[in-house]
RNA sequence: GCAGGAGUGGCGGAAUUGGCAGACGCGCAGGCUUCAGGUGCCUGUGGUCGCAAGAUCGUGUGGGUUCAAGUCCCAUCUCCUGCACCA
């Protein structure tokens, strides 16, 4: 037979279709296996070979398993809200439904010709208003559950976006989207409070199969801290200025005080400041600094002192100087801290500039020359004075504290609220209305999905508003509690709503009443395995995770993680070795890959490129290697015989089902594919196989390749389809040769190798091996002094 | 600075977890097929020395443990990814 791809491609993709094969049930006896993938943004410039090695994974180990006899889950769908489509919007004046919806309608004929084996009938948009009815009732269970709040802040804004950005989308204090440069802004925003969940976040990796790196990561976004609030008085005031310390050990060695320049006490006691105007003008310079300024300014400290007000150290009863200095960030913590120049680097390196005393209060170091921060006995310190183990020492200090009412132990998280509205048009209206008399009202469920208006201008406004606000017929509504005029709430819900519990509704795409029933998330949750990429770990993850758990908490759900087992698949680098990207011109597009090669070769050569998941660079002279070895295949057709093989080549074809099987369960599929040329030179070497043996061959094959597979199938006489007959066992007698040969060293250098009966003792591999000409030649004349023998790996000799 | 990961031929990458380093693919060289190019097939392919048999060196660098190290330990350099004045 020969491989001609552009013939059999279409035939099969249009079989698999009209046969449902893919297609999940949701009564069934079979175990199940829910395979997730990262829906795609369907942007205009249509799919990317990225996209293709992200969704090979998982297209391998579900047709893998539907083999094995499960009943598998694999959905796709679009995460489709967002702003590249809302700036094209404005750009051609098209409506964002009509560009999302050419762009789904090209992404899925892009995925199908690839051949994906999607649940199609499951697909889901979350712009569709069946869709987003339910993300906002979701956010109406955590309005109602207290999860919801509104606060003046300094926000990360995004002047070329014009939208307030979370933490997460800001990151490096560039705009996500843009790659502006962020300012910070005081606005109104709405927060979840991602915070609550922060303990159960954590907790929950304890439960869940996900890499190491991928555990860490979010270990560190949530970034739990322990340590203790301590009150320090000010001096001839009655008010506290409250911190947040790690370590309250070092308190005797506090020498001054720092806050954040934006710190509310200083409004408050501006009339007993003598110095407001130099205060005043470093705040005026701070608020000019982008975050990202800020935060790059390492090395020199900056810093004015507070004249007129004097804070004193609880344990000590001394006198200390307050001074606002911007490496102190009101976002963290009380917005203050207490200086310990002695044993922290930022505050010794303040202390030296602004010639402030430094005490050491650790032994261990040399202060003259820079804060110690390791451990050592304690001194200077009162009560703590010969301490020398610092989980010690903290709670001696933390039990005087609490006695006297001046502090109390606590924990922080770097991980904040979550910044929930963007001044957009493109995503789900927050569903909640202002009336003068109730506040904020929440829009009854009743009236779900509060749909989005039919609008001409999608360009947000200058002041920071959403083009929702312009719609009159929108904004003017009714009090659902009182029934005054009343406003709605213009802004729109973030990117990452619709995508943390787009998992929930494939298992019910269609339901009218729940995000999804009940029963069927007791068969198919959790995900099985979910596979993404690294760009996702603290964003997409941690929101769903934390959706998830509050649904819970709820009953809502059946189970508190939603992912048992998370992948990471690595970047496709352009042919260069640099990412890929327009402007240098080195993208590679997956559909001309088809168009050349085929899909069963970009779909065999993306996964045989290198480690899954690493980095690796494309290279075009590779891709024709495996569209060769898919001619080759091909060709096996032509030399089925009734002879049967070798035994030698038996044992090499149960050896390969047994590693292609367990190299796909672990992901290394480079491997896999090699295994099978491998396999497929070693038939060519012999020169003919049976007809059953070709049918084992193309059933490891298939999911990876699995047109070419169906096409041979057909020929050979199979019945259906080779994607849904049973996977090939391995008869583990059969992996085992009669015969090994092994390597033997002299002195543990590799003279040669003999051939032994497989597992035999050792006095025979010696005899075996001492029988060998060159290796005898190595012995003589020397006396053996030790024998080594590994069964079936190797036999060394010592001689001296 | 902190956390995680990686350094192996000309290239992408293997190595049953301490047991013959370089599987498989690309590339390259030679040969066959061809009027020719391409395709296809066969052979070879880590470096150095050698006609060869073979010797010798070899997994970022330096040390160590071991009969035996890409793999374990100590030190060190480089690169990637994330976080970062987090108190």
Not at 238 to 245: A, F, G, Q, V
């Amino acid at each position: 037979m020969r491989y001609e791809f552009k013939k059999i491609e279409p035939k099969w993709q249009a079989k698999w279709e009209e046969s449902k094969i893919f297609e999940a049930k949701d009564n069934s006896d079979k175990p199940k296996f829910y395979g997730l993938v990262e829906f795609p943004y369907p942007s205009g410039a249509g799919m990317h070979v990225g996209h293709i090695k992200a969704y090979s994974s998982l297209e391998v180990i579900s047709r893998k398993r539907r083999m094995e006899g499960y009943n598998v889950l694999f959905p796709i769908g679009f995460d489709a809200f967002g702003l590249p489509t809302e700036n094209y919007a404005v750009k051609t004046g098209t409506h964002p439904r009509i560009i999302t919806d050419e762009n789904i309608k090209k992404f899925s004929n892009q995925l199908k010709r690839v051949g994906f084996s999607f649940d199609w009938s499951r697909v889901i948009d979350t712009t569709d208003e069946d869709y987003y009815k339910w993300t906002q009732w979701i956010f109406l269970k955590m309005f109602e559950n207290g999860l919801v709040f509104r606060d003046r802040t300094l926000v990360n804004y995004c002047p070329h976006c014009k939208v307030v950005l979370s933490n997460e989308d800001s990151q490096g204090g560039k705009c996500d989207i843009c790659h502006s440069d962020v300012v910070q802004k005081s606005k109104d925003v709405w927060y979840l409070r991602i915070t609550q969940y922060a303990d159960k976040l954590l907790e929950g990796l304890n439960d869940v199969d996900y890499p190491e790196n991928v555990k860490q990561q979010q270990i560190n976004w949530i970034g739990k801290s322990k340590g203790a609030f301590v009150n320090f008085t000010i001096d001839g005031i009655d008010e506290k200025l409250r911190i947040y310390t790690t370590r309250p050990d070092t308190l005797f060695g506090v020498t001054f005080m720092v806050i954040a320049p934006e710190h509310p006490i200083i409004d408050k006691y501006a009339d007993r400041i003598s110095n407001m105007d130099a205060i005043t003008a470093y705040r005026t310079e701070c608020a000019k600094k982008t975050e990202f300024e800020r935060t790059q300014l390492v090395k020199d400290k900056t810093g004015v002192q507070i004249q007129g007000l004097e804070a004193v150290n609880p344990v000590n009863g001394k006198k200390i100087p307050i001074y606002i200095a911007d490496y102190v960030m009101m976002g963290y913590g009380t917005g203050a801290i207490m200086a310990v120049p002695a044993h922290d680097q930022r505050d010794y390196d303040f202390a030296k500039k602004f010639g402030i005393d430094i005490i050491e209060v650790i032994k261990g170091g040399d202060i003259a020359k820079e804060a110690y921060t390791g451990d050592g006995e304690m001194v200077n310190s009162g009560f703590l004075n010969g301490y020398t183990n610092k989980h010690d020492s903290i709670e001696r200090m933390l039990e005087e504290l609490e006695k006297q009412g001046i502090g109390e132990a606590g924990v922080q998280y770097k991980m904040k609220d979550w910044a929930f509205n963007r001044q957009r048009y493109w995503g789900e209206p927050i569903p909640l209305v202002h009336c003068p008399n109730c506040g904020v009202v929440a829009v009854p469920y009743e009236e779900l999905p509060l749909r989005l208006p039919d609008v001409k201008d999608f360009e947000p406004g200058e002041d920071g508003q959403s083009p929702l606000a312009k719609i009159d017929s929108f904004v003017n509504c009714t009090c659902p509690k009182c029934g005054a005029a009343a406003k709605r709430e213009t802004d729109t819900m973030p990117q990452w709503a619709g995508s943390s519990w787009y998992f929930l509704r494939y298992i019910d795409p269609h339901n009218e009443n729940a995000i999804a029933d009940m029963d069927k998330m007791k068969y198919w949750m959790p995900v099985d395995w979910y596979n993404g990429g690294m760009e996702h770990v603290t964003r997409h993850m941690i929101y769903s995770r934390f959706w998830h758990h509050f649904l819970y908490d709820l009953g809502i759900v059946n189970t508190p993680e939603p992912y048992a087992k998370r992948s990471i698949q690595g970047l496709i680098l352009g042919p260069d070795g640099d990412k890929m990207s327009k402007s240098k011109g080195n993208v590679v597009d997956p559909l001309d890959i088809v168009e050349e090669y085929g899909a069963d070769t970009l779909r065999t050569y993306v996964l045989f490129m290198g480690d899954y998941g690493a980095a690796t660079p494309w290279n075009d002279s590779s891709v024709k290697g495996c569209k060769k070895f898919l001619d080759r295949v091909a060709g096996l057709t032509d030399i089925v015989s009734d002879a049967p093989v070798s035994s030698e080549l038996e044992m090499k074809i149960h050896r390969t089902i047994k590693k292609v099987s367990s190299d796909i369960e672990g992901l290394k599929f480079n491997t896999a594919i090699a295994s099978l040329m491998t396999l497929i030179n070693d038939i060519t070497a012999e020169g003919h196989l049976t007809k059953e043996d070709l049918i084992i061959f193309i059933k490891l094959l298939s999911p990876f390749a699995p047109h070419l597979c169906e096409e041979i199938w057909e020929s050979l006489g199979g019945e259906g389809f080779v994607t849904v007959s049973p996977w090939p066992e391995f008869d583990e007698s059969k992996t085992v040769a009669k015969t090994t040969e092994i390597g033997v060293q002299v002195n543990g250098k590799v003279r040669g190798t003999i051939v032994i009966p497989t597992g035999c003792e050792k006095e025979e591999a010696f005899a075996i091996a001492k029988a060998d000409e060159r290796i005898a030649s190595f012995l003589e004349g020397k006396n053996l002094v030790k024998e080594i023998y590994v069964p079936n790996k190797i036999v060394n000799f010592v001689a001296k």
